[in-house]
């Protein structure tokens, strides 16, 4: 429980909105209808932005059904409404 809390507090909403490479990732989200090609860099490069590894990232945007990985391996990444609109916040 106390890594699940550790975890969502280190990936911050806020950090996140202030992310370029995040906002990138949810302008593409909101012109797309599938899978984002550019996902797993924008993902890398958001996790940076906020301190934090990929996992972590992943992990909590997952759990909070803001992304879900498809494919073999999750190599699709699917940006859900939800994250579009933690930007337009």
């Given at each position: 429980?106390?890594?699940?809390?550790?975890?969502?507090?280190?990936?911050?909403?806020?950090?996140?909105?202030?992310?370029?490479?995040?906002?990138?990732?949810c302008?593409?989200?909101a012109?797309?209808?599938g899978?984002?090609?550019?996902?797993?860099?924008?993902?890398?490069?958001?996790?940076?932005?906020?301190?934090?590894?990929?996992?972590?990232?992943?992990?909590?945007?997952?759990?909070?059904?803001?992304?879900?990985?498809?494919?073999?391996?999750?190599?699709?990444?699917?940006?859900?409404?939800?994250?579009?609109?933690?930007?337009?916040?």
């Amino acid at each position: 429980m106390a890594e699940e809390a550790g975890r969502a507090a280190a990936v911050s909403h806020e950090a996140l909105a202030d992310s370029d490479a995040f906002r990138e990732l949810c302008a593409l989200a909101a012109r797309s209808q599938g899978a984002i090609a550019q996902a797993w860099p924008l993902l890398y490069r958001s996790a940076a932005d906020i301190g934090v590894n990929i996992t972590a990232l992943t992990r909590q945007l997952s759990l909070e059904g803001r992304i879900s990985m498809q494919g073999s391996g999750g190599r699709e990444v699917l940006v859900q409404p939800a994250l579009i609109r933690l930007v337009e916040v």
